[in-house]
Every structure is written in structure tokens, then in C-alpha cells.
């Protein structure tokens, strides 16, 4: 039973543009979210994450956006560059279990030039 | 070079055969965590240790697999008698504490081949 979902295996955007990459959740006892970015042969890169009591985090090019009623979180990247291509996976935590994060199997995004 | 290391790269291991793999935690940072991946599927925790202590273990499998991380040294993830099936990327991430638990850095991985 997966915990953490993301239903996009892959995403294409051109350069410029936005990315959207969607996570959802089940586990009613997350709270902590995060986004990692992967390369290939490389090991993820923390990239942005946000704690249940918010519904949003910015950093530079990054948001992130929680919408806890939905169990729903979403990685906005604006603008989009070719260097950003690369596999993202959204993790959560739980109270209580602190250190055991949960992934999602990863959504591949490609930003063409 | 500051970040988490492992070691090695790559391993290829026969059937019934050992696996070690190590991971030394960033400088300063005393929790590690290992997590397996399967092709196509995002990682899975396995293990996370403090120094001479395992503090959750819920992740690993029940025969074949240990953890150590000692006092001096790295931390070493074990497989006895490996099969096909533990072919998978094992990284090693860390923490600098359990209040910070949640931003764990990665390794890069050790690829793991059972033939």
C-alpha cells in the first residue's frame, strides 16, 4: 500500500514554462514534506520542504504547495530550465517515526530547449 | 569532500556470496539511514542508526540483512547469502541529529549486481 503517490511517471515541459509535479498522500500522520531531485548515478538532492502548518514554501525558482484537506502537494518550478530534467521524488514524515522517510516512486521530468 | 560517502560504487556479488557496503556520514553528522531501490520504484527505508545504536529497524528484512554503525568507523550495511533479487541501489543518507531526522543528505550509492 503505498503512502506517498505520484501518478506522473514522466513530465515534459518546454524551456521557460512552468513544471507542476504532483504528490499525494494517505497517511493522516505526515507532517513533513519534502522533494528531492535525482540525477542519474547520483544519489537525491534535498531540493524544498514544508511543514503541515503551512500551505506553502518558496525558494527562489521552487514552491512548494500543501493542501492538507486534499492530502495533496504540489512542486512548481518557474521558469523552467534544461538543467532541471532530471527524476523528482516527493518523501514525507511522520510523528512518531522520525528519520523513516516515505517516497514516492519518482516523476522524470524533461525540459526541452 | 564533505558530503556522505559510500563505498564502493559498485559491487557485483554471486549468489550466496556476502555484501558490504559502508557509508560515512558527513562531517558532524552522528544518524544514518540506509534506503534500497528497486528499478523504477522510489526508495524504501530500511535502517537508522546512531552511533552503537540501531534506534528503527522496521525497514529491514528479517534474515540475510544487519546494520552497524560503531563508535570508530563507517557504517556498514550486511547481506549474507545474497540472491538475485537483492540486486537493487543502496544509499546512505545522514543527519546531523534525531531533531533534524527529516533533512537527511545522501550518498551517491552502491549499485549492487547478484549474478
Known amino acids: 500500500d503505498q503512502q506517498v503517490k505520484q501518478n506522473s511517471p514522466s513530465l515534459s515541459v518546454q524551456e521557460g514554462r512552468i513544471s507542476i509535479l504532483n504528490c499525494d498522500y494517505t497517511?493522516?500522520?505526515?507532517?513533513?514534506f519534502l522533494w528531492y531531485k535525482k540525477y542519474p548515478a547520483e544519489g537525491p538532492t534535498f531540493l524544498i520542504s514544508i511543514s503541515s502548518i503551512k500551505d506553502k514554501n518558496e525558494d527562489g525558482r521552487f514552491t512548494v504547495f500543501l493542501n492538507k484537506s486534499a492530502k495533496h502537494l504540489s512542486l512548481h518550478i518557474v521558469p523552467s530550465q534544461p538543467g532541471d530534467s532530471a527524476v523528482y521524488f516527493c518523501a514525507a514524515s511522520a510523528t512518531g517515526s522520525q528519520g523513516n522517510l516515505i517516497f514516492g516512486k519518482g516523476t522524470k521530468l524533461s525540459v526541452k530547449p | 569532500n564533505a558530503g556522505v560517502m559510500q563505498n564502493p560504487r559498485h559491487l557485483v556479488r554471486r549468489r550466496g556470496q556476502e555484501a558490504r557496503l559502508r557509508c560515512s556520514p558527513m562531517k558532524g553528522h552522528s544518524h544514518v539511514y540506509w534506503y534500497r531501490q528497486l528499478p523504477e520504484e522510489g526508495l524504501k527505508f530500511m535502517v537508522y542508526l546512531q552511533k552503537e545504536n540501531i534506534i528503527d529497524e522496521s525497514g529491514m528484512p528479517k534474515e540475510r540483512f544487519s546494520a552497524e554503525f560503531p563508535k570508530e568507523g563507517p557504517s556498514i550495511l550486511r547481506i549474507q547469502q545474497v540472491v538475485r533479487g537483492d540486486s537493487a541501489a543502496y544509499f546512505c543518507a545522514s543527519s546531523l541529529d534525531r531533531a533534524t531526522s527529516y533533512e537527511q543528505y545522501f550518498g551517491p550509492g552502491t549499485r549492487l549486481t547478484v549474478t
Open positions: 497517511n493522516s500522520m505526515f507532517d513533513y
